[in-house]
């Protein structure tokens, strides 16, 4: 193929290289001039074009691509026809893309004229999604490399659709006191929503204390009548011999796999009961957002086998999102220097079991509560205090008055908690190390208890979450890491920070601050035996 500017009167039955104007017509880039386009052409005293003249042996970008396309041996993919160069192919059923990258790299190799991309190897696909496209780059190539391409492909499968087939999931989750049935009917939905586009369905569903022994003969149940078990644990994994790692081999099974190095997911558990697999979710996996969870669920209901081998080679391409727990190198050039975290002041909220009075702006010792919560707030070592306010804005707003602190609307304070937790966030600085955050309604968390806290949190390098307890029951106020920020918009509805921390992605600090963690007013008679008077 030759390329360049020829006369007009010579570019007959060339190829048009650009887009070009003749009398009001416009000839689109790729046409193969004819007689009538090249006296178009001189009538609009255009004397020159840039095309592309094709030698005796060359193929067309259309016709090179489409014989390459067909060459390809596939499973469950279509063919598009051939438009521009380009021949793309679509996953026939949903499923899981597998891939001969040496193949793919030796066909790229062949010439730099024709190429092929495709998605990454066992990416998960919809039905008609496309998967790979063939792309001839020139408006023609010779048929050498062509026949050179064919050949590579003979006999040899290059990608396919590893169609999924439908499981039917058990699913076990385990329970510590404190932990609230939302959190696991959350869990629950998540479960099925990540199931759907397998066409998996759920058919066992049982929640049993975080023991060995009770998740043991769950596990035993679970199995009968399953292709998968899925087992979450209410407390992270951190050894191959807790809960539920001994809870499989207790139940007669095998662990194949504790741990993989993908992140987030490193806390994976992988094994088997009889013939039927079970997987230990990490905390991760109660999120929706893509984990290594997702890779070994998607894979095994393919029909493809995980091995021990498998996930010990999925460290690369393995680090899907930052973590507040896993250092590195160029953190210490871009974390902040002062630890110290910002406060974000819940105070949307509409105190719906007060009876109509609004719980924020009852009066302790003379002042609104949600006064004298931000004041004590303020007072402690937080780098700055952003009150969200949703419910009685204005009312609520004129209590702060004169309280050095940013307040901020939440128009969607209707839709729970966790849209103030994310309206909060966005209002803190950039380089905020972490967020300090605090119900409004608490009236026993006092300064020097937010100071502890904070100084736990500095300890920790800015990278744990710190949670109140009260005798090792979890509360509030709850300090959440940087890393952590952009996983709050996984949260939905009326849940707060609670599913955030115990999913895993951060390490946790219980720290002990006595009553002043679980003591609340959510009711009249709360308020009155905290000592609070409610307003009319």
């Known amino acids: 193929m030759k390329f360049g500017a020829v006369p007009v009167g010579e570019a007959e039955g060339a190829i048009l290289a650009h887009a070009t104007s003749a009398g009001g017509k416009r000839l689109r880039k790729g046409t193969r001039l004819d007689r009538a386009e090249i006296d178009q052409l001189r009538a609009a005293g255009v004397e020159t074009v840039i095309v592309a003249v094709l030698a005796a042996d060359d193929l067309g970008e259309d016709s090179a691509a489409t014989r390459i396309a067909t060459a390809l041996e596939t499973r469950n993919i279509a063919t598009r026809k051939a438009a521009t160069g ?43 999604q496309m998967v790979a496209t063939v792309k001839i780059i020139p408006f023609a190539v010779p048929a050498r490399p062509v026949d050179e391409v064919v050949a590579l492909c003979t006999g040899r499968e290059v990608f396919a659709v590893q169609r999924f087939s439908p499981k039917r999931v058990a699913l076990v989750q385990t329970r510590l006191p404190g932990i609230k049935t939302s959190v696991l009917d959350k869990t629950a939905a998540t479960t099925r929503a990540r199931l759907d586009r397998s066409g998996s369905t759920i058919v066992f569903d049982r929640r049993v204390p975080h023991e060995e022994r009770a998740l043991a003969a769950a596990l035993g149940d679970a199995v009968t009548g399953s292709d998968m078990v899925l087992a979450f644990g209410a407390s992270a994994v951190s050894d191959a011999d807790d809960v539920i790692p001994a809870a499989i081999r207790l139940a007669g099974g095998a662990v194949e796999r504790f741990g993989m190095p993908v992140d987030p997911g490193n806390l994976l558990v992988k094994g088997r009961i009889g013939d ?31 091995s021990e081998r498998d996930i010990a080679g999925m460290g690369v391409g393995g680090l899907l999102m930052e ?61 700055g205090t952003v009150a969200v306010l949703g419910h009685q804005a204005g009312t609520v707003g004129d209590a702060l008055a004169g309280v050095s602190l940013t307040r901020i609307d ?5 839709d729970g908690l966790s849209t ?6 966005k209002a803190l600085p950039a380089d905020a190390a972490g967020a300090l955050i605090v119900l409004a309604d608490m009236p026993e968390l006092t300064t020097a208890d937010i100071d502890e806290m904070i100084a736990a949190f500095e300890q920790k390098g800015g990278r744990a979450v710190v ?14 890491p940087r890393a952590l920020f952009g996983a709050v918009e996984s949260l ?35 308020m009155r035996r905290a000592g609070g008077v409610l307003q009319d």
């Open 86 to 128: 380009r021949v793309n192919l679509h996953a026939d059923g949903a499923g899981v893309f597998t891939v001969d990258r040496a193949l793919i790299d030796a066909i790229n190799a062949v010439d730099p004229a024709i190429t092929i991309a495709t998605l990454a190897e066992f990416a998960p696909v919809r039905a008609g």
């Open 276 to 306: 039927v697999v079970v997987l230990g979710a990490p905390g991760c996996a109660r999120s929706p957002k893509e984990n290594g969870f997702d890779w070994v669920l998607d894979r095994t209901i393919a029909g493809l086998d995980v």
């Open 323 to 383: 973590i507040a727990s896993r250092p590195e190198p160029r953190e210490k050039a871009t974390r902040p220097v002062d630890l110290r975290p910002h406060a974000i002041l819940m105070a949307a909220g509409r105190s719906s079991r007060m009876g109509g009075a609004n719980k924020l702006l009852a009066a302790f010792d003379g002042r609104p509560l949600v006064r004298r919560s931000a004041e004590r707030v303020v007072a402690s070592r937080v780098r």
């Open 410 to 414: 939440n128009p969607d304070f209707a």
């Open 420 to 425: 103030s937790i994310k309206a909060g966030l």
């Open 467 to 480: 949670r109140a307890t009260h005798n090792g029951k979890r509360g509030n106020p709850v300090i959440l």
């Open 492 to 526: 939905e509805g009326d849940t707060g920070a609670r599913h955030l921390v115990e999913s895993g992605l951060a390490e946790v600090i219980d720290f002990e601050i006595g009553r002043a963690a679980t003591v609340d007013v959510d009711t009249p008679e709360a």
